[in-house]
């Protein structure tokens, strides 16, 4: 019963003083929306490199050749040609636990149909390129091994290429010309979107690795290969036994330097995750600082506010009320200030982080954890900054109290 009675009285008193009360939790409103927005910011972030790396294909390393380094500047990664079909076929054949393998090569070309045109990326790939990257049509067939084997002129375009060369009609069955060569569209690749990078995934058309080896780059070699996993507990051993047998096929001496690179795309993600969760902490803990800030607001306000309630805490204390029910009392007020500000900074934080969203097109994953979290801390804020005031409350001598002016 007394607990509803100071609780009462604790309304009262933050009632008759609204715009001071209101002022006070500011800060706690401003704390608490920032913690979930920047939270939010940071899950979205998480949530979109996860799913960007999924879009890339599933358990898959990536073979690169390594960089020139003859008598002048370092050149870039690939920039040497060192990986070939036989690489390809021998990781096909002697690796245990993988599962897929296409070697590909790629280019940007001016793509013609009709009176249309788009400069876009071709890539010679081999049917197993489809499974690898987790690639999906909308509409057509892919092309097949006999395809590649008598290098025919097929090709499989996405959206982004559709939509510039053929606007809404459907494109397959329709003659385009790639460099100077006429080729058949046999399938259309269903929509991935943008990569981590920001690069449309969608923008690129994909015919069979011989025909671009032969008949479009004029090249030999291959320029990647790409590698599918069984499963993801295996990719550290595959990507083992891939560096082994490339130094056993190109003739590369311990401890000199390789001529090709393995980027694993599970190692690749997990640091990723691992520098976005901190980075999401990070902006926590900023956003943090603002409810301290209230914290400290809510303990100078209640200060003053015990000082102008002089004469009425000395009259309380005069009529019975204890050490304890004065204590209590402006806990009570500060821990509301704190709650109150809490729920007002949740459905704000919120309400913000959906407007953003939708707006600039981000992708933001509102976390129930740091609803939780904020609120949680605007709670015990609540309850350590108003401990002072209370005490130097619940300490006034009632005789000098009733005297006060």
Same mark, same amino acid.
């Given at each position: 019963?007394?607990?509803?009675?100071?609780?009462?009285?604790?309304?009262?008193?933050?009632?008759?003083?609204?715009?001071?009360?209101?002022?006070?939790?500011?800060?706690?409103?401003?704390?608490?929306?920032?913690?979930?927005?920047?939270?939010?910011?940071?899950?979205?972030?998480?949530?979109?490199?996860?799913?960007?790396?999924?879009?890339?294909g599933s358990n898959m390393l990536t073979i690169m050749?390594?960089?020139?380094?003859?008598?002048?500047?370092?050149?870039?990664?690939?920039?040497?040609?060192?990986?070939?079909?036989?690489?390809?076929?021998?990781?096909?054949?002697?690796?245990?636990?993988?599962?897929?393998?296409?070697?590909?090569?790629?280019?940007?070309?001016?793509?013609?149909?009709?009176?249309?045109?788009?400069?876009?990326?071709?890539?010679?790939?081999?049917?197993?390129?489809?499974?690898?990257?987790?690639?999906?049509?909308?509409?057509?067939?892919?092309?097949?091994?006999?395809?590649?084997?008598?290098?025919?002129?097929?090709?499989?375009?996405?959206?982004?290429?559709?939509? &510039?060369?053929?606007?809404?009609?459907?494109?397959?069955?329709?003659?385009?010309?790639?460099?100077?060569?006429?080729?058949?569209?046999?399938?259309?690749?269903?929509?991935?979107?943008?990569?981590?990078?920001?690069?449309?995934?969608?923008?690129?058309?994909?015919?069979?690795?011989?025909?671009?080896?032969?008949?479009?780059?004029?090249?030999?070699?291959?320029?990647?290969?790409?590698?599918?996993?069984?499963?993801?507990?295996?990719?550290?051993?595959?990507?083992?036994?891939?560096?082994?047998?490339?130094?056993?096929?190109?003739?590369?001496?311990?401890?000199?330097?390789?001529?090709?690179?393995?980027?694993?795309?599970?190692?690749?993600?997990?640091?990723?995750?691992?520098?976005?969760?901190?980075?999401?902490?990070?902006?926590?803990?900023?956003?943090?600082?603002?409810?301290?800030?209230?914290?400290?607001?809510?303990? &100078?306000?209640?200060?003053?506010?015990?000082?102008?309630?002089?004469?009425?805490?000395?009259?309380?204390?005069?009529?019975?009320?204890?050490?304890?029910?004065?204590?209590?009392?402006?806990?009570?007020?500060?821990?509301?200030?704190?709650?109150?500000?809490?729920?007002?900074?949740?459905?704000?934080?919120?309400?913000?982080?959906?407007?953003?969203?939708?707006?600039?097109?981000?992708?933001?994953?509102?976390?129930?954890?740091?609803?939780?979290?904020?609120?949680?801390?605007?709670?015990?804020?609540?309850?350590?900054?108003?401990?002072?005031?209370?005490?130097?409350?619940?300490?006034?001598?009632?005789?000098?109290?009733?005297?006060?002016?």
């Open positions: 019963m007394l607990f509803t009675e100071l609780l009462k009285m604790a309304w009262r008193s933050l009632a008759a003083n609204k715009l001071r009360s209101f002022l006070t939790m500011l800060g706690v409103i401003i704390g608490v929306t920032s913690v979930i927005a920047l939270v939010s910011m940071g899950m979205g972030m998480k949530k979109q490199i996860s799913d960007a790396f999924s879009s890339l050749p390594g960089s020139s380094n003859r008598g002048g500047p370092r050149g870039a990664a690939g920039s040497i040609t060192t990986l070939t079909l036989d690489d390809a076929e021998a990781i096909r054949t002697k690796i245990k636990n993988v599962a897929h393998v296409s070697p590909t090569v790629s280019g940007s070309y001016q793509v013609v149909y009709g009176h249309e045109n788009w400069n876009t990326s071709v890539s010679g790939v081999v049917p197993e390129y489809l499974t690898i990257q987790s690639l999906e049509l909308t509409s057509g067939l892919f092309f097949n091994e006999h395809d590649v084997d008598v290098r025919n002129r097929v090709a499989v375009i996405g959206t982004t290429v559709a939509t &510039n060369l053929f606007g809404t009609v459907n494109p397959v069955g329709k003659k385009i010309r790639v460099g100077n060569a006429p080729y058949t569209v046999i399938g259309l690749l269903k929509t991935k979107g943008s990569s981590t990078g920001g690069q449309d995934q969608d923008d690129t058309i994909l015919i069979p690795l011989t025909t671009a080896q032969e008949r479009l780059v004029g090249i030999t070699h291959v320029q990647r290969i790409s590698v599918q996993v069984a499963s993801a507990d295996k990719m550290d051993e595959v990507q083992r036994d891939i560096e082994k047998l490339l130094h056993q096929r190109h003739k590369i001496r311990e401890g000199a330097e390789d001529d090709f690179n393995v980027r694993n795309m599970a190692s690749m993600l997990e640091e990723m995750n691992t520098t976005t969760t901190r980075m999401t902490i990070f902006l926590g803990a900023i956003a943090g600082i603002s409810l301290i800030v209230g914290g400290v607001g809510i303990m &100078n306000i209640t200060l003053a506010s015990v000082t102008e309630r002089t004469r009425e805490i000395g009259t309380r204390k005069a009529i019975g009320a204890t050490y304890n029910s004065i204590m209590l009392q402006f806990i009570i007020e500060s821990t509301l200030i704190s709650v109150i500000g809490g729920i007002i900074g949740i459905i704000i934080g919120v309400a913000i982080t959906q407007a953003i969203s939708k707006i600039f097109g981000t992708n933001m994953v509102i976390s129930g954890l740091s609803i939780v979290v904020s609120f949680g801390f605007s709670l015990f804020v609540g309850v350590f900054f108003g401990i002072l005031p209370a005490r130097k409350a619940a300490r006034l001598d009632p005789i000098d109290a009733l005297r006060y002016e």
